[in-house]
């Protein structure tokens, strides 16, 4: 299961499960005909994406804010397929802000946004999950988050939701020791989403063109660094630390899907 996969990185980590022979559960709000804020991108094209590419996935609609949603969405796993391997904590509020500016410029709006798309939805589907998959054997959960050694991210709301989710990554894994499940963080680079591709007046073909997004990854690189966690019969080992998509890539030996292997990012 992939939560918040309409685009950006749960699109690509839900894409590349699908190519590595996992049947994906898709998550989020966006469906075709009616898309967030009219961002490009639904849970209903991840799924085509999916299938395009000799993968199984199915949409769910789910607004992670909502309890009960999120809930359902466990139970009609439950019902359809019996067992949850893996989790992908992705949703996430606040895109719709600048992450700029300084504490007193921004508003509460900021924090709330982000902390309850993001912190709280994720923390509320490992609520309903983790029962869950104890019950059918254990599995792993990822959060994703952003981590540069600690550095300060230069927005107050931001970089304290993202470092609430590795410690929530961390306190999960605290929990849940000796019972063969594994909860870790995972922080991609700076990203080709969608939105950022639109907000540099660009697309996938003259991305290139712009020299702020010379240095950047996919949505399929850490998607590529998920599947190798995943079939890794020794994530146990890195339960409860957080890895940024370079590093994974070394470890691991995998690129991006243009060939290429970024660097862990730095701020």
């Not at 992908?88 to 600048?98: I, K, L």
Request: with cysteine; hydrophobic share 35%.
């Amino acid at each position: 299961m992939v939560t918040g996969a309409s685009r950006g990185a749960g699109r690509g980590i839900a894409i590349e499960l699908g190519k590595a022979g996992a049947m994906v559960y898709v998550t989020g709000r966006s469906v075709r005909g009616k898309s967030t804020n009219g961002w490009p991108g639904t849970i209903d094209d991840t799924v085509d994406e999916i299938q395009s590419v000799g993968g199984t996935g199915t949409a769910v609609q789910c607004d992670h804010t909502d309890d009960e949603q999120t809930k359902e969405v466990i139970e009609k796993i439950r019902r359809e397929h019996g067992k949850l391997d893996l989790l992908v904590n992705n949703a996430w509020g606040g895109s719709e802000h600048d992450i700029s500016g300084t504490y007193e410029e921004n508003t509460m709006d900021h924090w709330n946004s982000m902390f309850t798309a993001g912190v709280r939805a994720q923390l509320a589907t490992n609520y309903y999950a983790v029962p869950f998959m104890r019950e059918t054997g254990g599995g792993l959960i990822i959060h994703t988050t952003f981590w540069d050694d600690w550095k300060y991210t230069g927005h107050f709301y931001y970089d304290l939701a993202k470092n609430t989710l590795i410690r929530i990554a961390y306190g999960l894994s605290e929990e849940l020791k000796g019972k063969d499940m594994a909860v870790l963080a995972v922080s991609p680079g700076f990203m080709r989403t969608e939105i950022v591709l639109k907000d540099f007046h660009t697309d996938q073909e003259h991305w290139r063109e712009v020299e702020a997004l010379k240095v950047t990854e996919t949505p399929h690189y850490v998607g590529k660094g998920i599947v190798a966690l995943a079939s890794d019969p020794n994530v146990i080992r890195k339960t409860g630390k957080v890895f940024r998509s370079g590093d994974l890539a070394e470890e691991y030996g995998f690129t991006d899907i243009d060939g290429k292997r970024i660097p862990p990012f730095h701020i």
